[in-house]
């Protein structure tokens, strides 16, 4: 499965940014899809997911509210609105995905088996 991942930018606090991630697969392949991030100097950490044919959603504590993770199954795409953003923000964005039902926690970036090239958004203050 191939990632590709978009929308990444420079964004004052408080502006708005929406980052796409196309998969190369039909969407019901791809079971859970997701969103992580990786500051510098920092571990990569979850930021949401998605199940694709349940249609749950899970967020970090630092997204909820501020970010909105959805799907266009017909376009084999995934989105991640981002609103109110914070210079703590910045870093590059991943998209990632797995077909696996029971691949244990969405939280988790070893869940995942495939992963885009990444996307970087900078919030400046």
């Known amino acids: 499965v191939q990632l590709q991942a978009s929308g990444g930018g420079l964004v004052q606090a408080g502006g708005s940014l929406r980052l796409s991630c196309t998969t190369s697969r039909r969407a019901d392949d791809t079971y859970v899809m997701g969103w992580f991030r990786q500051a510098p100097g920092k571990e990569r950490e979850f930021v949401a997911a998605?199940?694709?044919?349940?249609?749950?959603?899970y967020y970090a504590d630092s997204a909820k509210g501020r970010f909105t993770i959805s799907r266009d199954n017909a376009k084999n795409t995934m989105y991640l609105q981002m609103n109110s953003l914070k210079p703590e923000d910045t870093a590059v964005y991943y998209c990632t995905a797995d077909g696996r039902a029971d691949g244990g926690n969405y939280y988790l970036a070893a869940r995942y088996n495939y992963w885009g090239q990444g996307t970087l958004v900078t919030v400046s203050s």
């Open positions: 998605n199940t694709w044919r349940g249609g749950s959603t």
